[in-house]
């Protein structure tokens, strides 16, 4: 089937019209285009003036505070080689009276010197004499031999038990005080009261001792000591 094309639907022969109507309209939107105006806008601007007043305002000054002058030397008195004479023309209307007597309200008293005696720290204990550090001595030797031997040289046997033949060992038992002195005396184990007597007696005339020390310091020794009677 052929189609038919109409003559008025035929756009060929208007091309030319549209053509000269969009130069036209484009002229027109040039034209336009140059004679637009825009308008003024505002901006809000901060004025420097504010701010300078108010970074002036916040700015404290700095100041730095000056040390305090060093005191003053004190003045060295002038000693001065001139001497003043003065007139001694003062007239003194009081007497002055001194008394040469003794007056025992104005005396000092002097008091005597006494040196101060020092106590020197002793323990109070009694402590057997196998245990003690520093055993006590007796003539600066050993007890067991020096006052073994001090023991018989004085001992005198009895004539009651000499003439009842009475012999025997008398174990007596004292105390070497922290003085060095005897002390406390007991018969521990006895054989007749004249030989009791006799031991206790030449043990009590005892010279002093060295005293025995624990840690350093005097202390008080308990001895025991066998005195042997024996006839022959």
Do not use: C, H
């Amino acid at each position: 089937m052929e189609l038919k094309k109409s003559p008025k639907a035929d756009l060929e022969n208007k091309k030319l019209l549209f053509t000269e109507i969009g130069l036209i309209v484009t002229l027109l939107v040039i034209l336009f285009a140059f004679e637009w105006k825009t308008s003024e806008t505002k901006v809000a601007t901060l004025d420097t003036g504010v701010v300078a007043q108010i970074a002036e305002e916040e700015m404290v000054p700095i100041t730095t505070e000056e040390p305090p002058a060093p005191p003053e030397a004190p003045k060295q008195p002038v000693v001065s080689d001139i001497i003043d004479i003065v007139d001694d023309d003062v007239i003194i209307e009081e007497e002055i009276l001194i008394n040469t007597e003794d007056d025992n309200t104005l005396g000092v008293d002097i008091k005597d010197y006494v040196e101060e005696e020092i106590v020197e720290e002793v323990i109070e204990e009694e402590i057997p004499f196998a245990i003690i550090e520093e055993k006590p001595t007796f003539n600066g030797g050993d007890p067991a031999v020096e006052f073994q031997k001090w023991v018989y040289s004085r001992l005198e046997y009895p004539e009651v038990a000499r003439d009842n033949n009475i012999q025997g060992r008398v174990i007596i038992s004292f105390l070497v005080d922290t003085d060095g002195s005897i002390k406390d005396i007991k018969v521990l184990r006895g054989v007749d009261p004249s030989l009791d007597n006799e031991a206790v007696r030449v043990i009590a005339g005892s010279p002093k001792w060295t005293p025995g020390k624990q840690r350093n310091k005097p202390a008080k020794v308990r001895f025991t000591f066998p005195i042997v009677f024996q006839l022959r």
